[in-house]
C-alpha cells in the first residue's frame, strides 16, 4: 500500500468544512482505499488528510490526473500557505 497525509491551513475566515462539502462525492479513483480527514482541535483552520491506495503506481495516476490538479488549484486560492504533503509506503496498520 501507497499513501499520502497532506496538511492544509485554510485563510482566516474561510470555514475548511464548508470548503471540503461543497467538493461534493468523487468519481470512483482506481487503487484508491480510504481517505480520512482530520481537523486538530488546536487550530480549526487545519485540515489533514490521509489517503491510502493499493499502489504507488495507483497513487501517481490519481495526482496525475487532470480533475485532482483542478481540484488541488481550486483549494490553493484558499489556503494560507502551500500544502504539507508527505507520501510514501504504508507499512503497517491496525483497528479493532
Known amino acids: 500500500m501507497y499513501g499520502t497525509v497532506t496538511h492544509l491551513r485554510f485563510q482566516a475566515g474561510v470555514d ?10 468523487a468519481p470512483p479513483i482506481p487503487g484508491f482505499l480510504f481517505q480520512y480527514i482530520y481537523r486538530p482541535e488546536a487550530d480549526p483552520q487545519v485540515v489533514i488528510l490521509v489517503a491510502g491506495f493499493e499502489s504507488k503506481a495507483a497513487y501517481e495516476a490519481y495526482t496525475a490526473h487532470a480533475d485532482r490538479s483542478a481540484q488541488t488549484e481550486s483549494y490553493r486560492a484558499l489556503l494560507a500557505d502551500n500544502p504539507e504533503v508527505t507520501s510514501g509506503e504504508i507499512i503497517g496498520a491496525s483497528s479493532s
Do not use: D, K, M
Open 16 to 25: 475548511p468544512i464548508r470548503v471540503l462539502q461543497s467538493q461534493g462525492e
